[in-house]
């Protein structure tokens, strides 16, 4: 079973506008949350990531927001760009466990 | 240079065969895996070793069969294609369980079963 439920599957967003993915999950025990932006043809590449300690992390024009009491997790795209057209995963994973278990991906296509 | 690599690209191959899907990589990381995307896009990990330990080795038909060399090498062998088997196959590789630096994913492998 997945552990980690992501939404929605794929979304349109018009260039400049923000795009807004959302990832929850159960398990109390994760404590690392990073995100994965896959284009086409290639694997996933790590984009930014966040732990628990923190509400926010912010690089460039991504943005995670993190609340632990909900166990829910978001990346916000600001001024999103045709090149931010892409499948985007969310993950997690406990401490000293080598499995990253991700969320089902959500395409993102950027309109010009 | 390409930091994690594999091959063959894409494999086009009849049920009942036999196919082998190697992977290298040169970041000099110590653990690596390997993860299915199936055509909805989910990604799920299958294997991975640290230090050419199994260390994951998740509910997947003994069918497939991986192998460790050396830390810079893991390698995919299935038996007996199946239908099924028509997929992504992903290497990746990460220093220590990756929660620093991430993991590096090759660009996959494209595994058809006609």
């Known amino acids: 079973q997945q552990q980690v439920k992501q939404s929605p599957q794929s979304l349109i967003v018009q260039k400049g506008g923000i795009s807004i993915i959302n990832c929850a999950y159960e398990?109390?025990?994760?404590?690392?949350f990073p995100w994965y932006q896959q284009f086409p043809g290639k694997g996933p590449a790590l984009l930014i990531a966040?732990?628990?300690?923190?509400s926010e992390k912010k690089e460039g024009r991504f943005t995670i927001s993190f609340n632990k009491s909900a166990k829910q997790f978001s990346l916000h795209i600001m001024d999103s760009q045709p090149g931010d057209s892409a499948t985007y995963f969310c993950?997690?994973?406990?401490?000293?466990?080598?499995?990253?278990?991700f969320g089902a991906g959500t395409t993102v296509t950027v309109r010009a | 240079d390409t930091a994690v690599s594999q091959t063959p690209k894409y494999l086009v191959t009849q049920m009942g065969n036999d196919k082998s899907i190697k992977c290298e990589q040169n970041?000099?990381?110590?653990?690596m895996y390997w993860y299915k995307q199936d055509s909805k896009k989910f990604l799920k990990i299958m294997f991975s070793?640290?230090?050419?330990?199994?260390?994951i080795n998740e509910t997947v038909p003994n069918r497939f069969s991986p192998k460790s060399p050396d830390k810079a090498h893991l390698n995919l062998h299935i038996n007996s294609l199946e239908l099924g088997d028509s997929a992504v196959y992903f290497c990746?590789?990460?220093?220590?369980?990756?929660?620093?630096?991430?993991?590096?994913f090759g660009s996959g492998t494209r595994l058809t079963v006609v």
């Open positions: 398990n109390t025990a994760f404590d690392y």
């Open positions: 070793y640290n230090n050419k330990e199994l260390i």
């Open positions: 970041l000099g990381h110590d653990t």
């Open positions: 966040i732990r628990p300690d923190v």
């Open positions: 990746a590789s990460s220093q220590g369980t990756g929660r620093y630096n991430g993991y590096t």
């Open positions: 993950a997690a994973s406990s401490s000293n466990d080598y499995k990253l278990s």
